[in-house]
């Protein structure tokens, strides 16, 4: 099992920029798939970027391609998500979630408490 804490959400100004941290104990982190969800009030929780165990391949929702860039570090147990440019339809909760390479949620089973990210306009 692993054990997984986001941090890095806050408040943000339309055009901005926040990097998320998912820190993981537990089992061995390289072994699992790493992946972020967001969702946002009455919406279902939806595949914003994964990356494979090694960080060989990964994939970005079509929606934040090219503000977004997902990445991790194995030996600092830790992923990441930079989000640039943010707008108001990226607020939400985010999730980083660890499990098998994939792009929905029944792939992970493993899951933060989520971290909140609001941009203001």
């Known amino acids: 099992q692993v054990q997984l804490v986001e941090s890095g959400g806050g408040l943000v100004q339309a055009g901005g920029s926040l990097r998320l941290s998912c820190a993981a104990s537990g089992d061995t982190f390289s072994i699992y798939a790493m992946g972020w969800f967001r969702q946002a009030p009455g919406k279902e929780r939806e595949f914003v970027a994964g990356?494979?165990?090694?960080?060989?391949?990964?994939k970005v929702a079509d929606s934040v391609k090219g503000r977004f860039t997902i990445s991790r570090d194995n030996a600092k147990n830790t992923g990441y998500l930079q989000m640039n440019s943010l707008n108001s339809e990226d607020t939400a909760v985010y999730y980083c979630?660890?499990?098998?390479?994939?792009?929905?949620?029944?792939?992970?089973?493993?899951w933060g408490q989520g971290t909140q990210v609001t941009v203001s306009s």
């Open positions: 979630a660890a499990g098998r390479t994939g792009w929905s949620t029944g792939h992970y089973d493993y």
């Open positions: 990356v494979s165990g090694s960080g060989s391949f990964e």
